[in-house]
Structure formats: structure tokens, C-alpha cells
């Protein structure tokens, strides 16, 4: 409000001025008037500096301080009024650069959950969120945010998950599946029940990220500020040698207004601001400035392995089927007796049959045998599952199952035999397949510029060597601990900027010790987000060379409004010491240098794809 408040001040002064001068009465002459305006316009900015130089900060609006100065110090109010216009309007350009960069971010931040219905004795009460606690059964109507993160109770739900993923469409989950904060019910209305407290749940994360993205400084930007204060002597110094040598201390005064940089070295701040915004909008999320910074000047990509460059290690890849036997009955019959296993493997067989709509029947008499299986009444049938050993005991296997063993012999994958009322009938295969966008995503990298990728994995060495065959990788590290991680991530580091790329709790020091560390957040990756500098909200391997275009773009467009900027501004002084422009000429010039920078900064907001019309 200050800011408008002394543009608006300026303005009405400058009017005011000018119809006193083409009237020619008034008991007031116009160079009172117009210095009157400026006066608000100086004592605010002189309070701004005094108060910078306290904290130990100078800024580069001194020169607007003394160029005003100095034009009603030699009698050149209309300058001075003028530049007073240009420097207030600058701030305001200013704020509603800054306002519509960061207005993604906001975006999350005003939508956070505050309440959540909770299941009780007495019904459902409307609760704040800070009193959800784990456990607890919440109601999430149609067209509400998902208050906490948590498990889904009923059936089935569908959801918008475009704020946190950036995935345009909605999705749909069954019971058991997770549930992430921030989410929309786009559906029926559905209990979850939670899982994490609020300040534990995925947006309180992003939330947190926004915070830092709004407040973290990148090592560019602070470079632009120490580049701009050396402005201020070499703008004294040539205003000084024009005066000296034209005698005139008027050029002396229009060098000064010409390098008044107002917003000038703000285009930084406003590219890197819209460069964040662009990659939340794309389900990505940027720890701030410095985030961008180091990512964009990226040379060397690691990987991990298991859930990074590959699904995770429980799809099922195959399924060998005895004659007479359908695929999907023998799932169903397998997803139900697993029902009763609390392993790991269990959890994704109920997930896939669930997510082929296969209606699953209530295990009886479930026997489990540690390491080995599962044996149990399924729809009154003895079925067992497991391994070779305690499914079929020493028995050979029929013919049918013959070519699949031998496919898979040396592979690494986890064979589960179902055997019903003690007949095999099928042998479901699972394996850790490469992601589908895997060869895309390191294609796009290596277009980009980054000229060697590595893989780094606890895996064992076989299984790495196949996948690193698979992506054409330029090396691999296998059988890594933690620790071993973190020495490999800093030797690449030492030859050149490096960029780590993870999921889990183990890749934590990792992402933290590389040069820029990326999490997949998508499965909820505590420690891997907080490490990280940038999180990749959605389960997919794509963003990671969409996160490496932004960071570069946006830093490019920094870069070239800063460098451009200042050469018109140098240009602009040289013809000013030589008596081209005249003060007020040259404040009006200024201004349109200011705003073109702040406008080719402002297109870091943008995709900088370009659009082909399709007839």
C-alpha cells in the first residue's frame, strides 16, 4: 500500500505541475509542486537504505536516492519527479511480478485441510485437523481435501490428485490402498482411516518445501546482488568524468538517472520464483532457488535402483497356468489367502487382484509357515502357496510348468506355486521390471547435456548388471551400503556437478551429500523428501528430466535478463555522459529497460514448449 501510496503521490504531483506550468497561474510554481511529490518518494527510500545498512546490507537503490537528490539539488524537479515515478512504479512492477510468480504456491498454502470428520461413538464430529490422531476413522465428503495421509477403508474411491502429482486426471483407489493429504475427493464420500498425524502427513511436507522454495536464496542470485553494487561506483565514477569533462553537472545527473536499476536486479528473484511455481504445477517441488541453481548446471546423474529406475520388486511379470485353469481365478483364489499374511509380497498380490476387480473370498484355517507360505480353505478348497519346496515337496513338475522354470532359472525374480486340493495349477512370477519411461527419461537427460549416468544399488551384482545393460548405463555400483553410497555420490561430485536420484530411507545420505539430491516421494519416502533438495510428487521417472528443463530454462532466462538489463543500462549511461539523453529522457528510458527484463523474466511461469496447431 506504501508503494502504490508514493506512486500515486508522484503521479498526481507530475499532473498537478503541468497544469500550473500551461496555465501559468496558480500562487504555487511547478518545480515546488514537483518536488513536493518527490520528497515522499526520497525520505521513504532513505529510510529503506538507512535501515538495510544497519542489518549490513547495501542495495543498489542508493543510485535512485542520489539521482533524485541530486535533480532537486540543481534545480531539475521535473526529473527528479519523473524518476520518482519510474522508481515507485518499478516496486510496484515489482510486487505484481512477485505476486503472480508465487501465486501457485500460495495456492497450495490457502488450501491446506483444517478439519476432518471423525468416526465416534455418538457418530461423526467435525474435528480440527491437529486432533487427528493414527487410527482413527475419518469421513471425507464429496468434493472435500483429504485432511491427513491414511489407508482406504471402504471399497473404492476415486480422486483428484492434480494439486500434489501434478496428474491431470482422476484416480481410482480400492480398500487398503494409501491416501495422501491434499487430495480431493472427486467420488462418493468414503471413510479412511489415517495413518500419519497432520504435521506428518504429505501436504504438511509440501507445505513446509513451499516455505523454503519462498525463502531460500540461490548462490546466483546473491552473485546478481554483489554484481549490482559494484553499479553504484562505477555509475558515480562515470558521472563524475562526464561532469569533469563537459563541465556540465546536468550529463552528470542524466548518467545517474539512466542506472537507476530499480527493479532491474530483481528479474533474478522473479525468474527463479516462477521457475518453482512452473515445477510445482508439474507435481514437482523445488526447495527454493538453490535448488534450481544446482540442479541446472547438472553434469552427472545417479540412480538408484529398486523403486527409482525400476518398479520396486513385487510385479507380477508372468503367470504359468496349468491346463483346464483360467489366469484370473487362480489369482483370486492366491490374493485370498494371502489375505491373512502380514508379508510384504502378500500386500502387492491383494493390490494387483484388487486392481483387476477380482472379487476376493475369506481364507479359513490359514497356516503359515514362516519363509515358506501359506496352506488354507479358500471357498472350501485346500489351497497352499508358496515355495517349490512346500507346495509340491520333492515332487517333479508337469510339463506344463517345465519351459518356465527354465526361462527363469538364473533370473532374479520370486516364484510363488499355488497348488489346489494338492494339484499345482499355476506358478505366478515376480520380478523388479525397469519402468516404462525409464529409457525415455535417461535419453532426454543425456539430450540435455548430462554426459555420464550412474547406477548405485544394495542389489546384488547380477541383478545390476542386467539392468544397467538394459539402460545402456555408463556404469553401475552394486552391493552398496549406505555409507558406500555417500563415498561413490562424493567422488562423482568432485569431477562434476552431480545429481542423485532416490527412493529410499537408505538413499537419505545419499541425496543429502550430492550435489542436488531428487527424491521419488510418490510412496511416501520420509526421510528420502526431507534429504532431498527436489521431490518428484509422482510415481513416475519423467519429472526428473522435466525438473532438469525447468531448472536450466529458468536459470537461462535469469541469466539473460540480468546480463541484457545491465548492457542497456551501461549503453544508456555512455550516451547520457555524452549529452544524448537528456534526465528526464533518460529516466523514461530506464523505466522501459526495467520493464522488458521483469517480462522476459516473468516467462519462466511459462511451459517454453513450443505449441503446434493441429488442423
Known sequence: MLRRALLITAVVGLALGLGVWRSGIGPISRDTIWAAATLPVVVTLAISILRDFWIGRIGVDAIALVSMSAALLLGQALAAVVVAIMYAGGTVLEDLARGRAERNLRALTDRAPRVAHRRSAHGTETVPIDQVTVGDELLVRAGELLPVDGILIDASAQLDESTVTGEPLPERRRTGDGLRSGTVNAGEAFFMRASAVADKSTYAAILRMVAAAQTAK???????????????????????IAWYLSNDPIRALAVLVVATPCPLILAAPVAFIGGVSRAAHAGILMKGSAAIEALAQTRTAIFDKTGTLTLGGTELIEIDVAPGQQADELLRLLASLEQASHHILADSIVRIARHRNLTLSQPHDVREHRGEGLKGQVDRMSVAAGSRSLVIGNRPLPKWAESGEERHRNAQVLRVFLAIDGQLTGIFTFGDAIREDAPDTLGVLRSAGVARIVMLTGDDGTAAEKVSASLQLDEFFADATPAEKVATVEAEKAKAPTMMVGDGINDAPALAAATVGIAMGARGGTASSEAADVVVLTDRLQP???????????????????????????????????????????????????????????????DGRLKHNRN
Open 218 to 240: 540461490a548462490p546466483f542470485i546473491r552473485i546478481a546482488d554483489r554484481f549490482a553494487l559494484l553499479l553504484l561506483p562505477a555509475t558515480l565514477l562515470v558521472a563524475g
Open 544 to 606: 526428473v528430466a522435466e525438473a532438469l528443463r525447468i531448472s536450466r530454462r529458468t536459470r537461462g532466462i535469469a541469466l539473460q535478463s540480468i546480463i541484457v538489463g545491465l548492457a542497456l543500462s551501461g549503453a544508456a549511461m555512455i550516451a547520457a555522459a555524452m549529452g544524448y539523453i537528456t534526465p528526464v529522457a533518460g529516466a523514461i528510458l530506464q523505466e522501459g529497460i526495467d520493464v522488458a527484463v521483469i517480462l522476459n523474466a516473468l516467462r519462466a511461469l511459462g
